[in-house]
């Protein structure tokens, strides 16, 4: 199961087309609403806008959106509330987002600040693996390594060289998301690199990044995540390297496999 963070602004209506593939694959896909920075931001008072984006940023929220995921994963997960919990192989928990909402994926996967002296962390070790789309900085933070170094579950970290944010008050260009990747502590990691795009464009939003090109970075997401699950959880990489042989028109960096340990292929069976 893969339990998607949508990101600042969003909902869990904003990304469907990943929830539809990922299903008719077999692979559940919950996906969660952050009631305090999500698309109700938007409504108000323009001038109050950036008051509002600042409150949703902040370190509270950033906890609370971390124990979000805990919450839905606990619902899920509760022979009280349904059977779906049976249908669920809690050895292979996945969690995934964009933007806002790949820093709360790597909150989850083991992303900490220290805070008046005090390390702060909210890791939840049944997630497995984190999918990252769109990673923006860790605001306020000056030492990605002393955040990042502790993630060490097995990642995939996509984006595009025209993925900018651009936010009233707030401005990140893609050299930010290749950050991310590279000071991630796992070294059981990949990077996709689609050329052209648009931040938006892993979101529903149509057109964003370009006509022909939106619709096919989402399908080109969507397949990818799959084929990173099949090596992480199964030892495979020909699904990751014949994505990267389809994909390759649309790509600027195409993901390289890493290692699988043996005992890993060995504990959890072939992902399908």
């Known amino acids: 199961m893969i339990v998607f963070s949508h990101g600042l602004g969003g909902s869990r209506f904003g990304y469907s087309y990943l929830g539809r593939h990922w299903s008719a694959h077999g692979v559940a896909s919950l996906h969660v609403q952050h009631a ?5 931001i938007w409504r108000g008072n323009l001038i109050e806008l950036v008051d509002r984006l600042d409150v ?3 370190e509270e929220e950033a906890v609370a959106r971390a124990e979000d995921l805990r919450f839905a994963l606990d619902r899920m997960s509760d022979p009280t ?16 987002g964009h933007s806002y909402g790949a820093n709360t994926t790597l909150v989850v996967t083991g992303a900490k600040v220290v805070r008046e002296g005090r390390t702060v962390e909210h890791r939840d070790d049944r997630f497995k693996a984190g999918i990252v789309i769109s990673a923006p900085p860790f605001y306020g933070e000056t030492d990605l390594g002393a955040v990042l170094g ?24 893609v050299q930010d998301r290749l950050d991310v990747y590279g000071y991630v502590g796992s070294q059981q990691k990949m990077l996709a690199v689609f050329q052209g795009g648009s931040h938006s464009v892993f979101t529903d939003r149509a057109y964003t990044g370009g006509v022909d090109l939106n619709p096919q970075v ?55």
Request: a positive charge; hydrophobic letters at 45%.
């Open 36 to 40: 305090a920075s999500d698309r109700e």
């Open 56 to 58: 949703a940023t902040q």
């Open 81 to 96: 509330v349904g059977a779906f919990h049976t249908l669920i192989d809690r050895r292979r928990i996945v969690a995934a």
């Open 150 to 173: 502790a993630v060490n579950v097995p990642t995939l970290h996509v984006t595009a060289t025209e993925d900018v944010i651009r936010l009233p008050g707030r401005y990140s260009p």
């Open 218 to 272: 989402k399908r080109a997401t969507a397949e990818a995540a799959l084929a990173f699950l099949d090596l992480a959880f199964g030892g495979d990489a020909r699904p990751i390297s014949a994505w990267s042989a389809k994909w390759s028109p649309i790509l600027a960096l195409a993901p390289t496999p890493f290692p699988v340990r043996p005992a890993d292929r060995a504990r959890i069976r072939r992902f399908t």
